[in-house]
């Protein structure tokens, strides 16, 4: 079956440091690949998608791009913010029959800023 | 206002008793699924539910039963809860049209003692 794997936490990161949080996934066909977020005390956030092969997705300053050749959608931030502290969650949407599409979560990672 | 709610945020309860999660949402959508959130296990899928006439289950149903109200509303329920139970539960919805976004809820943290 279809399954994310993303690199364990936490991370802990100085403010304006460089985000690198690794994700794999295992699919059959064509996945739509994500990227959530979710902030303490809340409910999970998309941050960015990216729904083809070679797509980029973009959204507060994260990027993440969707590779088939290596199965990979790496999180990318150039300067993280205290801001960002949260717990990340890379995802696919993949068909499961019917007019079904099935989410598969990875495990999530806590990233925590310091100033 | 929040497009989708939950309630309660939070529940205390005790073994054997039957607790309720209730889950609401303007988006219009069709498609509502319930998860629960363990640590380090991720977001596991328990039931969802096409339309009103369309209950599924998810991967980890048992102990757990769902009801859908109206196209806006789905609860879970746990008949007789457990304390491996205790977790944080999440309601999301996705429009039929649109295969990728889900849209989640705040969350609702419950404990089983």
């Known amino acids: 079956g279809d399954s994310v794997t993303q690199m364990e936490g936490p991370v802990t990161l100085s403010e304006e440091a460089f985000l690198t949080i690794n994700c794999t996934y295992t699919?059959?066909?064509?996945?739509?690949l994500f990227w959530y977020v979710q902030y303490p005390g809340e409910g999970l956030q998309l941050l960015l998608k990216?729904?083809?092969?070679?797509d980029k997705g973009s959204n507060k300053g994260f990027e993440a791009t969707y590779r088939k050749e290596t199965t990979s959608f790496h999180l990318e931030k150039g300067s993280v913010q205290v801001s960002d502290s949260a717990v990340y969650f890379c995802?696919?949407?993949?068909?499961?029959?019917?007019?079904?599409?099935?989410?598969?979560f990875g495990k999530g990672t806590l990233l925590t800023v310091n100033p | 206002d929040a497009d989708v709610t939950q309630t309660p945020r939070n529940r205390i309860t005790k073994t054997g008793k039957r607790i309720m999660l209730e889950c609401s949402q303007t988006?219009?959508?069709?498609?509502m699924y319930w998860y629960r959130q363990d640590p380090g296990l991720g977001l596991r899928l328990i039931y969802y539910?096409?339309?009103?006439?369309?209950?599924n289950k998810g991967e980890i149903s048992d102990g757990y039963s769902v009801s859908r109200q109206a196209q806006a509303k789905f609860s879970l329920s746990l008949e007789s809860a457990i304390p491996n139970q205790t977790a944080l539960y999440f309601c999301?919805?996705?429009?039929?049209?649109?295969?990728?976004?889900?849209?989640f809820g705040p969350g609702t943290r419950l404990t089983v003692l």
């Open positions: 699919a059959t066909g064509y996945p739509s």
């Open positions: 539910s096409f339309d009103v006439k369309d209950i």
């Open positions: 995802a696919l949407s993949a068909y499961s029959g019917g007019s079904n599409y099935k989410l598969t």
């Open positions: 990216a729904t083809k092969a070679d």
């Open positions: 999301a919805t996705r429009d039929r049209e649109s295969y990728n976004e889900q849209f």
């Open positions: 988006k219009g959508h069709d498609r």
